[in-house]
């Protein structure tokens, strides 16, 4: 119990600093640019709408429910033991993911790109093991754990790994690497393709749908994106969004029902 007074401290005082430095980032902005105008420097293809960005909102949002429900454990004995355990099996990985979260911003505003994507990768990693470790579509649980723990982190999960994604597209963009004789728009295809089809994995082995609905969200901006431009190329690569998106929503209405009921 006293370890998990201390886990919870440190959970709200992570989870302040974190949106703090993120309301900075771009209300400064940190070295003179918001993350939207660096993500535009490095035109690629896979990039989404800039609303699409607008996923943070919701994440910390969720999590910001998260923290209240530690907050309040502190005067609810009741709730305590009901959040306690989430808390425990959580253990110390959601203060370390704030901090790669904040190292991130830092790297990706003074365009350290490759280190971005180091620590982008390591945040991932991070929040992948939290994701296995709470037990997300595996272990049987009550509709608390399931709506303050499973659903913000699947959700979480869902949008740092398209970022990921994303991130190394930047960092290659920032090389001028050549894709070795492929077109940049069939890059953009082929990693479309795989983010489905490591999204459609991860609903077929966990019905996380939130993590499915996330990416459904990040193709939708990516196909907003390429309505914007409107040439031939963008519409090649909408068709293959439009499959993407018509499947991944197939699976997530079929793992729908499972996820209800574990």
Same mark, same amino acid.
């Not at 979260?101 to 992948?128: K, P, Q, R, T």
């Given at each position: #119990?006293?370890? %998990? %007074?201390?886990?919870?401290?440190?959970?709200?005082?992570?989870?302040?600093?974190?949106?703090?430095?993120?309301?900075? *980032?771009?209300?400064? =902005?940190?070295?003179?640019?918001?993350?939207? @105008?660096?993500?535009?420097?490095?035109?690629?293809?896979?990039?989404?709408?800039? !609303?699409?960005?607008?996923?943070?909102?919701?994440?910390?949002?969720?999590?910001?429910? &998260?923290?209240?429900?530690?907050?309040?454990?502190?005067? %609810? @004995? *009741?709730?305590?033991?009901?959040?306690? =355990?989430?808390?425990?099996?959580?253990?110390?990985?959601?203060?370390?993911?704030?901090?790669?979260? #904040?190292?991130?911003?830092?790297?990706?505003?003074?365009?350290?790109?490759?280190? %971005?994507?180091?620590? #982008?990768?390591?945040?991932?990693?991070?929040?992948?093991?939290?994701?296995?470790?709470?037990?997300?579509?595996?272990?049987?649980?009550?509709?608390? @754990?399931?709506?303050?723990?499973?659903? =913000? &982190? *699947?959700?979480?999960?869902?949008?740092?790994?398209?970022?990921?994604?994303?991130?190394?597209?930047?960092?290659?963009?920032?090389?001028?690497?050549?894709?070795?004789?492929?077109? =940049?728009?069939?890059?953009?295809?082929?990693?479309?393709?795989?983010?489905?089809?490591?999204?459609?994995?991860?609903?077929?082995?966990?019905?996380?749908?939130?993590?499915?609905?996330?990416? !459904?969200?990040?193709?939708?901006?990516?196909?907003?994106?390429?309505?914007?431009?409107?040439?031939?190329?963008?519409?090649?690569?909408?068709?293959?969004?439009?499959?993407?998106?018509?499947?991944?929503?197939?699976?997530?209405?079929?793992?729908?029902?499972?996820?209800?009921?574990?």
């Amino acid at each position: #119990m006293k370890n %998990s %007074s201390t886990i919870k401290i440190a959970n709200i005082i992570a989870f302040t600093v974190m949106v703090y430095v993120n309301y900075l *980032s771009n209300a400064l =902005p940190i070295n003179g640019n918001t993350a939207g @105008e660096l993500s535009d420097k490095y035109v690629n293809y896979f990039v989404p709408a800039g !609303l699409t960005f607008a996923i943070w909102g919701v994440i910390y949002s969720w999590l910001l429910v &998260f923290m209240g429900f530690q907050i309040a454990s502190f005067f %609810s @004995e *009741s709730l305590s033991q009901k959040v306690n =355990p989430i808390i425990e099996k959580i253990g110390y990985l959601f203060i370390l993911s704030c901090g790669l979260n #904040m190292a991130w911003l830092l790297a990706w505003h003074f365009e350290f790109v490759g280190l %971005s994507v180091f620590i #982008m990768v390591s945040f991932l990693a991070v929040l992948l093991y939290l994701f296995l470790k709470i037990g997300v579509g595996k272990t049987k649980l009550n509709n608390l @754990e399931k709506w303050i723990s499973h659903v =913000p &982190f *699947s959700i979480y999960l869902g949008w740092i790994s398209i970022a990921t994604i994303a991130n190394i597209t930047a960092f290659l963009v920032d090389n001028e690497w050549n894709g070795y004789g492929i077109e =940049p728009a069939n890059w953009a295809k082929i990693m479309i393709v795989i983010g489905a089809i490591i999204t459609a994995f991860v609903l077929w082995q966990r019905s996380a749908i939130f993590y499915g609905i996330v990416v !459904l969200w990040a193709f939708w901006g990516i196909h907003l994106k390429r309505m914007q431009i409107g040439d031939i190329v963008s519409l090649e690569i909408n068709t293959i969004v439009y499959s993407c998106l018509g499947f991944l929503l197939l699976l997530i209405v079929f793992r729908t029902k499972r996820w209800l009921n574990y």
